[in-house]
């Protein structure tokens, strides 16, 4: 026999949005009849009731703030909650808008029981802070009707379920507002009632819908279920309670975008390098602005530090109104691990080191001085991307200097050649000919200064050694 485990959430949208306003009292009015669909316990506190007109509840609760339902607020949260639940547990079906369905017969040898998978998915789940409802059951729907009526129940037996579950009445169950109409006009008001009829007098008296719901109620019928799996792409939109102006402000929604990001990069064992934050905002098009790690990350608290330091810098155009996160580009990853004897050498890396510069300073801005193969001093050595591993050189052993003058300045002082020349005929493949000869030289005050002399017998410093 199969074991499943319903998941309901009687408050999502309001736990979703409104949670760290708990101190208001909150509900929730669908637009069509105006009616509450949920509402939080200080509303419940002053009278507020689910299904209470608006008008009503107005009257019980001067103070009530109300929105409107919003169906795509709960079925994103829903995938939010299945994608954070896959961490723990592999069989998931969504149920929108407020169901996930939890297959347990193959997660009990790995938990070593109901009760320790139970634990173990509910200490998950408190991390959301979300209100819910539960029920084991041992058919989809015998789960869905037990934990939608809050009955807590856990066990692997069929008995007590079916103890607890048939005295419900029909309204209680997944069947259709007209099934459950017919179905009291004959008498048949109770799901013990409906259960007592044999399947073959369900067939003759009633539609073939009736009798495949009872079928699959009792376990009797194979229940065809669509499981979960978790997107390759990250997107997340996470939409704002009210607009927002100030750049600091957006810190507190972008750490929930962080928090599914870390989730979703954890998920596969991976680091993101690049994501994009587009901005929605009030009567302007949308604005975007993109974070860099140099060495790839996945937690939510190193990704904030990264954004914080680049949004310094953004200035807003108008009110944002909502936020969209995108992963760019992720990779695998990597173990490392440090030298057991060289000790502790300090908590940040090079990587970590140019994700910071280039957060405050911009991408474009940080630049790691690499050799080149080119034999002119003025091209010695080039600027490239800071992440790219440097190709080893051999040292020269000629004397270099240790300042190179971006510019070479004519030689105004009286010196001594102490060794030279040193003659560079090069540059002819590019255009960029060169024919110098180079001396060390020290000059009348004590410097130390690498000379050239042109073909005009003209003479130049081009760098100092210290």
């Known amino acids: 026999m199969q074991s499943w485990l319903y998941l309901h959430f009687p408050t999502l949208q309001l736990d979703a949005l409104f949670s760290e306003q708990a101190s208001l009292p909150l509900a929730i009015v669908e637009s069509k009849r105006f009616k509450i669909v949920q509402c939080n316990d200080m509303a419940r506190e002053q009278g507020v009731q689910v299904g209470m007109g608006l008008g009503s509840a107005s009257t019980m609760c001067h103070q009530l703030q109300i929105h409107p339902y919003d169906k795509k607020v709960e079925h994103t949260t829903l995938h939010n909650i299945a994608q954070w639940l896959y961490m723990v547990t592999s069989d ?17 040898s790995l938990y070593g029981g109901l009760d320790a998978y139970w634990q173990r998915v509910t200490k998950h789940l408190a991390q959301l802070q979300l209100n819910y409802y539960y029920s ?81 109620l009792m376990g009797q019928f194979k229940h065809p279920i669509d499981f979960y799996h978790p997107p390759e792409q990250f997107e997340s939109y996470q939409e704002l309670l009210f607009d927002i102006e100030n750049i600091q402000w957006l810190e507190k929604p972008l750490i929930k975008l962080l928090t599914k990001l870390e989730w979703f990069l954890t998920l596969r064992n991976q680091v993101g390098y690049e994501l994009e934050l587009v901005l929605q905002q009030r009567d302007q098009e949308d604005a975007s602005v993109r974070f860099y790690s140099a060495s790839g990350d996945y937690l939510a608290v190193r990704w904030m530090t990264l954004c914080q330091l680049t949004m310094e810098a953004l200035q807003l155009n108008a009110p944002v109104q909502g936020l969209t996160l995108r992963l760019i580009r992720s990779g695998e990853l990597e173990s490392t691990s440090a030298d057991l004897f060289r000790g502790f050498q300090g908590a940040q890396t090079e990587l970590d080191l140019i994700g910071l510069l280039q957060a405050k300073l911009g991408k474009s801005k940080v630049r ?61 493949w590019d255009g960029d000919e060169m024919t110098r000869d180079y001396f060390i030289a ?25």
């Open 92 to 108: 998931i079906c969504l149920f929108p808008p407020q169901g996930i369905l939890l297959k347990v017969t193959n997660m009990l």
């Open 136 to 216: 084991s059951g041992f058919s989809p729907f015998s789960a869905m009707a037990l934990s939608k009526a809050n009955a807590a129940l856990l066990t692997l037996e069929k008995e007590p379920h079916l103890k607890v579950i048939e005295p419900f009445p029909l309204a209680a169950t997944e069947l259709d507002s007209k099934m459950v109409e017919k179905l009291q006009r004959v008498g048949i008001d109770t799901l013990k009632e409906l259960l007592e009829i044999p399947i073959t007098e369900l067939a003759r008296r009633f539609d073939i819908d009736l009798v495949n719901y009872v079928g699959k």
């Open 368 to 428: 790691k001085v690499a050799h080149s193969r080119d034999p002119r001093p003025d091209k010695a050595t080039l600027l490239c991307d800071p992440t790219l591993p440097m190709s080893m050189i051999e040292a020269s052993q000629r004397l270099r200097p240790n300042i190179v003058l971006p510019t070479p300045e004519p030689l105004q002082e009286k010196v001594s050649i102490i060794q030279g020349p040193e003659r560079f005929v090069t540059g002819w």
């Open 442 to 466: 020290r000059s009348d005050q004590g410097r130390w200064l690498w000379l050239f002399r042109n073909q005009d017998q003209q003479w130049f410093v081009h760098g100092l050694f210290c």
